[in-house]
Nanobody, 115 residues
Framework: QVQLGESGGGLVQAGGSLRLSCAAS????????MGWYRQAPGKQRELVAT???????NYADAVTGRFTISRDNAKKTMFLQMNSLKPEDTAVYYC?????????WGQGTQVTVSS
């Protein structure tokens, strides 16, 4: 099993920045792809960004150029740097880890962007 814990959410004005963190209970060196997802009220959960063990990143079109995903394998932590935030970025943000063909999710952290 992999336990994940997100932190760093909060309330920010449009145009501001936040940095989310996702700490894992197991070594990152055995975890393959990790990712950030988000779910706004009344909407389905959607992909924000993913990053492989080797550091290759992929982004949703809506966040490309504004968000940066990274991972520190030694510290077992993944990050999401969010810049130029917009009200439509408001959602609960979840991290996910893929390990041994299973998906593990964190509990989520709320991000609210005011206009």
């Amino acid at each position: 099993q992999v336990q994940l814990g997100e932190s760093g959410g909060g309330l920010v004005q449009a145009g501001g920045s936040l940095r989310l963190s996702c700490a894992a209970s197991r070594s990152f060196f055995i975890i393959n792809t990790m990712g950030w997802y988000r779910q706004a009220p009344g909407k389905q959960r959607e992909l924000v960004a993913t990053i492989t063990r080797g550091g290759s990143a992929n982004y949703a079109d809506a966040v490309t150029g504004r968000f940066t995903i990274s991972r520190d394998n030694a510290k077992k932590t993944m990050f999401l740097q969010m810049n130029s935030l917009k009200p439509e970025d408001t959602a609960v943000y979840y991290c996910k880890a893929e390990w041994l063909n299973n998906d593990y999710w964190g509990q989520g952290t709320q991000v609210t962007v005011s206009s």
